[in-house]
C-alpha cells in the first residue's frame, strides 16, 4: 500500500526485454541501503518487487500483465520515473490510498500554464472515468492528485511548483501517456452498490434505508 507522494525521482538504468516480461533497472533518488530485496515499490504508480541490489541500482522483474496495462513498457534509458516505497503502519497518510495497481493508462490532451501552476487535462479510459469525481483522488503516474473538475471521460488537475519539480508530471505534454489508478474506497462503493442497483433500487431508496 502507498500514499501517493512520491519520494524523488529515479532514472531509467536498462529495461531488458525477456520471454516472460521484462527486466527494469533502476537508480533511486534513495540510499540502497534503505532497499531490501522482496520488498514494494511503486514506479511510476506500478506496484513491483524489488529481486536484486546492485551496487548503484535496483532490479525488478516486469510481468507481460504490467507491460499490457501499464506505460512501463514505453521506457527508455535515461527516462525518470517516479518511485515511492511501501507505507509503514504508524506513517502519516498524507496523500490518499494507493494500491499500485493501474487501472488504465490515460493520455494528457492539454496542458496550460497560469503563473507557477499549470493545469493538467488528462482523457481517461471508460474503467478509470467511471470513478472519477470533482474534488475526488487519483493517482498519475503514482502521484496522489485531486481532480479540479470532470468533462466526460477528461478531467483537469491543478499541478504545483514542488509536485513539478519532484514528479515527472512537470514533463507532461500533451500526447503523453501516464498511469492512472482510481480511487479504492470508490472502488469498494460500486461494489457494494452493484447487487441493490441491479434490483432496481434507486440511491435515494437506500438513503432513506440508512445504507449510507
Same mark, same amino acid.
Given at each position: 500500500?502507498?500514499? %501517493?507522494?512520491?519520494? /524523488? *525521482?529515479?532514472?531509467?538504468?536498462?529495461?531488458?526485454?525477456?520471454?516472460? %516480461?521484462?527486466?527494469?533497472?533502476?537508480?533511486?533518488?534513495?540510499?540502497? $541501503?534503505? *532497499?531490501?530485496? /522482496?520488498?514494494?515499490?511503486?514506479?511510476?504508480?506500478?506496484?513491483?518487487?524489488?529481486?536484486?541490489?546492485?551496487?548503484?541500482?535496483?532490479?525488478?522483474?516486469?510481468?507481460?500483465?504490467?507491460?499490457?496495462? #501499464?506505460?512501463?513498457?514505453?521506457?527508455?534509458? /535515461?527516462?525518470?520515473?517516479?518511485?515511492?516505497?511501501?507505507?509503514?503502519?504508524?506513517?502519516?497518510?498524507?496523500?490518499?490510498?494507493?494500491?499500485?495497481?493501474?487501472?488504465?493508462?490515460? =493520455?494528457?490532451? $492539454?496542458?496550460?500554464?497560469? %503563473?507557477?501552476? !499549470?493545469? *493538467?487535462?488528462?482523457?481517461?479510459?471508460?474503467?478509470?472515468?467511471?470513478?472519477?469525481?470533482?474534488?475526488?483522488?487519483?493517482?498519475?503516474?503514482?502521484?496522489?492528485?485531486?481532480?479540479? =473538475?470532470?468533462?466526460? =471521460?477528461?478531467?483537469?488537475?491543478?499541478?504545483?511548483?514542488? #509536485?513539478?519539480?519532484?514528479?515527472?508530471? %512537470?514533463?507532461? =505534454?500533451?500526447?503523453?501517456?501516464?498511469?492512472?489508478?482510481?480511487?479504492?474506497?470508490?472502488?469498494?462503493?460500486?461494489? !457494494?452498490?452493484?447487487?441493490?442497483? $441491479?434490483?432496481?433500487?434507486? *440511491?435515494?431508496?437506500?438513503?432513506?434505508?440508512? !445504507? !449510507?
Amino acid at each position: 500500500m502507498f500514499t %501517493g507522494l512520491v519520494e /524523488g *525521482l529515479g532514472r531509467v538504468r536498462e529495461l531488458r526485454r525477456e520471454s516472460t %516480461g521484462a527486466l527494469l533497472v533502476l537508480s533511486p533518488p534513495f540510499p540502497l $541501503e534503505e *532497499l531490501a530485496v /522482496g520488498e514494494s515499490v511503486a514506479i511510476n504508480g506500478a506496484c513491483l518487487t524489488v529481486t536484486r541490489i546492485r551496487p548503484e541500482a535496483f532490479e525488478v522483474m516486469v510481468s507481460p500483465e504490467t507491460l499490457s496495462r #501499464t506505460t512501463l513498457g514505453e521506457l527508455r534509458r /535515461g527516462d525518470p520515473v517516479n518511485l515511492e516505497r511501501a507505507l509503514r503502519f504508524g506513517d502519516r497518510l498524507g496523500g490518499h490510498l494507493v494500491t499500485g495497481h493501474v487501472d488504465g493508462v490515460g =493520455r494528457v490532451v $492539454e496542458r496550460r500554464e497560469t %503563473g507557477e501552476f !499549470f493545469f *493538467l487535462c488528462i482523457e481517461a479510459p471508460e474503467e478509470v472515468a467511471r470513478y472519477l469525481v470533482e474534488k475526488g483522488s487519483v493517482a498519475v503516474d503514482g502521484v496522489s492528485l485531486t481532480v479540479n =473538475r470532470v468533462q466526460g =471521460r477528461v478531467f483537469e488537475l491543478a499541478i504545483i511548483p514542488h #509536485t513539478a519539480r519532484l514528479t515527472t508530471l %512537470g514533463l507532461r =505534454r500533451p500526447g503523453d501517456r501516464v498511469n492512472l489508478e482510481a480511487d479504492l474506497l470508490a472502488k469498494y462503493v460500486e461494489k !457494494f452498490l452493484h447487487p441493490y442497483r $441491479e434490483r432496481g433500487l434507486s *440511491l435515494q431508496f437506500l438513503q432513506e434505508k440508512g !445504507f !449510507f
